[in-house]
């Protein structure tokens, strides 16, 4: 399985983005959760939001009410929408799966797959 996350950018405070992770080898159905992850300069590994395998949603607390996520199976792609970007949300941002479980876990060490990342960057 490989993830390539695409999308990012540099955008301005109170733009909206939206990031692309494209799943190849088995299709994404097969992928039973998601992930999006993000990390900053100097700063640890930071759990995003997550999509199960039937829809279930999880996004981080400090993120609810601008990020989303889905996935649309089909086309073997996982989006992130982001809104009203602030530049505390200048990072790299990486997609994970895990084909094995179908909990909605926050901590990046329950992810097998990695996408090499997309960089974004928001200035003020």
């Known amino acids: 399985v490989q993830l390539q996350a695409f999308g990012g950018g540099l955008v301005q405070a109170g733009d909206s983005l939206r990031l692309s992770c494209a799943a190849s080898g088995p299709t994404i159905g097969g992928l039973i959760t998601m992930t999006w992850f993000r990390q900053a300069p100097g700063k640890e590994r930071e759990f995003v939001a997550g999509i199960g395998r039937n829809g279930d949603t999880i996004v981080s607390d400090s993120m609810q009410g601008r990020f989303t996520i889905s996935r649309e199976n089909a086309k073997n792609t996982v989006y992130l929408g982001m809104n009203n970007l602030k530049s505390d949300d200048t990072a790299v941002y990486h997609c994970?799966?895990?084909?094995?479980?179908?909990?909605?876990?926050?901590?990046?060490?329950?992810?097998?797959?990695w996408g090499q990342g997309t960089e974004v960057t928001v200035s003020s």
């Open positions: 994970a799966a895990n084909p094995f479980s179908s909990a909605l876990r926050q901590n990046a060490g329950s992810y097998y797959y």
